[in-house]
């Protein structure tokens, strides 16, 4: 059987191990097993929601026999006040919350799908999110490109100081991030499941010119000056970068490079 099968048949199985326990309301499968299982491949996980009666939530939270009950778990570790992450035997990883009804009127996802509900239970709505997500995405180049300018400035200044692990993350990670932010605005994006909780998550199907140089912004921990050169040289290519701050950080890089 094919892994992504197996992940739709284990989402079952589990919708019946509910079925059986009792006590709750509702199976919904989110991300590549929920509203989106076009993309679902080899290396996706099982991520659902749990919806349960009044009093029941505790009961699923604290015992995992209704996972045990549909295979043996390898691990399982709580993450969350309301939930695991776990590994089955088989390989299979998987995430998932617990929640009364109302609790999901102030949680944000994306819209997901039916695996299994109580044939009394007659609220489907609760598919589409109440709450609008989060937009990560920005509409101005101003705001986010200055502050990437401004990580690439401190972030130079700490490796010069030897804070290398915190350099690395101003420049490859907090910089990189802003671009990710107006990225929109400076590639045609292709339609291809974006996350809203993550810019990052599917780059390279989306933004496939991008892409191509994001490996140079990236350089790792020992290349710090090197990947800021290269994103001040792509930032100064789409955005009219002030002239003394792009001086001084050129200066700390040439400083610092190896």
């Not at 990580?151 to 700490?158: A, D, I, P, S, T």
Request: aromatic share 12%.
């Amino acid at each position: 059987m094919l892994r992504t099968e197996l992940l739709l048949q284990r989402l079952g199985e589990i919708g019946k191990s509910l079925e059986r326990k009792g006590g709750a309301f509702l199976l919904l499968g989110v991300g590549s097993v929920g509203g989106e299982t076009e993309r679902l491949d080899e290396y996706s996980d099982l991520d659902f929601f749990v919806i349960v009666k009044p009093g029941e939530k505790n009961r699923y939270i604290d015992r995992l026999d209704w996972l045990e009950d549909v295979h043996p778990l390898a691990y399982s570790f709580k993450h969350s006040d309301v939930g695991y992450k776990v590994l089955f035997e088989d390989g299979i990883f998987g995430e998932y919350a617990v929640f009364e009804e109302w609790e999901l009127a102030n949680a944000a996802y994306t819209e997901g799908r039916v695996i299994w509900k109580d044939p009394m239970y007659a609220n489907t709505a609760i598919v589409k999110p109440s709450n609008l997500v989060p937009n990560l995405k920005v509409d101005s180049l101003d705001f986010p490109l200055n502050e990437a300018l401004t990580n690439l400035y401190v972030g130079l200044g700490r490796y010069a100081r030897g804070e290398r692990l915190s350099a690395t993350r101003f420049v490859q990670g907090y910089a990189v991030d802003r671009i990710l932010s107006v990225l929109h605005l400076l590639e045609q994006e292709v339609d291809y499941f974006p996350d809203p909780f993550g810019n990052e998550r599917r780059l390279e199907r989306r933004y496939p010119r991008f892409a191509e140089i994001i490996g140079d912004m990236i350089q790792g921990y020992d290349h710090v000056p090197e990947s800021a050169l290269c994103i001040l040289n792509f930032i100064e290519e789409v955005y009219p970068v002030n002239r003394r701050l792009s001086d001084e950080i050129r200066r700390l890089a040439n400083l610092t490079c190896r």
